[in-house]
């Protein structure tokens, strides 16, 4: 079976601190990829997707990057935080070609910026 | 990818039946419909997913008009533990290009 990994599960940084979070699936090969953020309250705003190692796609424009350095691994970075990155950090994982666009979710990343 | 429209927030009580209604005016001929569950703190988790007519698993019953420009999702006898955040989304089957764009969602609230 397929299983989404997320570390850390909370995190507290100073700001103009970097940022790594890492993200990482089990069971399954070629999967699409993506990280969301969601704000106090709801709604995820979708950061980045990839479909393939070195291919990431950027959705809105922010101090954030992100990178997969391998098929089943992605990566969210900054080099250096701003309050407004506080939020719930959401990893996701879709099956890739000829698969059903059905999205699994991490248990995500707490961030807090003071 | 279409948008969606849904209620902010709705209101029940335990034993009840819900119906969630999301707007999507611009569904698109190869779209399908999703609908997502998220408890506070969690990832969201998919709960029922259609085309058209009615599809209905153990959790929830979806129901897809004609003109697919809506659809509903019916969850029979909410408890307490049915509180959580609601999600429609609308976006081809095998979505090569990759991206999915969650909404606002509905918020639902389970008195006793």
């Given at each position: 079976s397929q299983t989404i990994h997320q570390?850390?599960?909370?995190?507290?940084?100073?700001?103009?601190?970097?940022?790594?979070?890492?993200?990482?699936?089990?069971g399954t090969s070629n999967p699409n990829l993506y990280w969301y953020r969601q704000a106090?309250?709801?709604?995820?705003?979708?950061?980045?997707?990839s479909v393939g190692i070195g291919q990431i796609s950027s959705e809105v424009p922010q101090n954030l990057s992100a990178s997969r350095p391998q098929d089943r691994q992605f990566i969210l970075?900054?080099?250096?935080?701003?309050?407004?990155?506080?939020?719930?950090?959401?990893?996701?994982?879709v099956?890739?070609?000829g698969g059903p666009d059905t999205q699994y979710f991490g248990p995500g990343t707490r961030l807090t910026v003071l | 990818l279409a948008k969606t429209t849904q209620p902010i927030s709705m209101d029940s009580?335990?034993?009840?039946?819900?119906?969630?209604t999301c707007s999507h005016n611009n569904i698109a001929t190869n779209d399908y419909i999703t609908w997502y569950q998220q408890f506070p703190s969690q990832g969201p988790?998919?709960?029922?997913?259609?085309?058209?007519?009615?599809?209905?698993?153990?959790?929830?019953?979806?129901?897809?008009p004609a003109d697919r420009k809506s659809s509903t999702l019916s969850l029979?006898?909410?408890?307490?533990?049915?509180?959580?955040?609601?999600?429609c989304l609308v976006g081809?089957?095998?979505?090569?290009?990759?991206?999915?764009?969650?909404?606002?969602?509905t918020e639902l609230s389970v008195k006793p």
């Open positions: 570390w850390p599960a909370t995190l507290v940084q100073p700001v103009g601190s970097p940022l790594s979070l890492e993200c990482t699936v089990e106090a309250g709801r709604g995820l705003q979708l950061l980045f997707y970075s900054s080099k250096k935080l701003l309050l407004s990155d506080s939020g719930f950090y959401l990893c996701a994982w099956r890739g070609l | 009580y335990e034993g009840q039946e819900v119906n969630i988790r998919f709960i029922i997913q259609g085309y058209k007519t009615k599809v209905t698993n153990e959790v929830a019953s979806l129901f897809i029979p006898r909410v408890s307490l533990s049915d509180t959580a955040v609601y999600y081809p089957l095998y979505n090569q290009g990759g991206k999915l764009i969650f909404g606002q969602g």
